[in-house]
């Protein structure tokens, strides 16, 4: 074990810095955790939405891999936007050769300005062959709609398809509710290990400033994972630090702005750069 907690992001850039491989870096190293690396498409983007997409080619994203595999190594990893069905082979492929079994999928698919960031023909790869590979994914309401193939109402509905979605094999779901307005005043995440749900409640904040919340919550889980903690513990603290990045926001740009990765260290002081054994080489 290394003396310092590593995670591998393996997403698109934000040329915005509110979302992908950008908000993933500032969440590492805001919860006190060495980040890299592997982007899978370029994409100009600011608040207003995506102005262009320019994916990798498979071998250069595996490049990336064996990069961090062969030498560095990583403690956990998170996939964001993987854009096609190729990459999500190549990026499969690499998990399984590394043994990396702390996954954590966030299965991107639309901005919020509706740009596709996942192709059609890439859902089934998707559903087929990364989510068995996840210890955790993290689907929105219109994300766990297709991959579960049903349409979802309120908590219950969210309840169902975090069956289903355990059912293709994801060790755990995290059924966000950022999209679930069926109640006003709280969003409540869901936690789903197989057997029992948990629930993370929270207040709603009325803002147009979530710009990469659900790409900023997911590398905090990845980031608690690293250090060792478990699936709960690091979904407690990544909706602790998602609902502060959005209560106290930046005010950038004249869209839908990016979350305050600095609020939680201001709320909570920072986060030391070691494992939670503190064990090291
Ligand atoms: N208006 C909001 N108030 C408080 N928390 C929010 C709000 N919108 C999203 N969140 C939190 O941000 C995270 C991402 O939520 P969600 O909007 O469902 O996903 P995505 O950003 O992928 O579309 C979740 O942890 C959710 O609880
Ligand atoms: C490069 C890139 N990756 C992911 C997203 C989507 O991020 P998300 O956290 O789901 O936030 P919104 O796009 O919904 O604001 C992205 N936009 N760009």
Known sequence: MAAIARALTIAGSDSGGGAGIQADLKTFQELGVYGMTALTAVTAQNTLGVQGIYPMSVEA???????IGEDIGTDAVKTGMLFNSDIIR???????QYRWDKVVVDPVMIAKGGSVLLLEEAVRALRDILLPLSLVVTPNVPEAELIAGISIQGLDGRKEAARI???LGARHVVMKGGHD???PDEVIDLLFDGRDFYEFCGPRFVTRHTHGTGCTFAAAVTAELAKGRTVVQAVELAKAFIQAAIAEPL???QGHGPTNHWAYRKQHGFAHPTHESGAGE
Do not use: F, H, P, T
Not at 61 to 67: G, L, R, Y
Not at 90 to 96: A, M, P, T
């Open 181 to 183: 307005e069926s109640n």
């Open 90 to 96: 190549g990026v499969s492929e690499k998990l399984v």
């Open 165 to 167: 979605i355990a059912d």
């Open 251 to 253: 005010r950038l740009g």
């Open 61 to 67: 994203v595996q490049q990336q891999m064996d990069a």
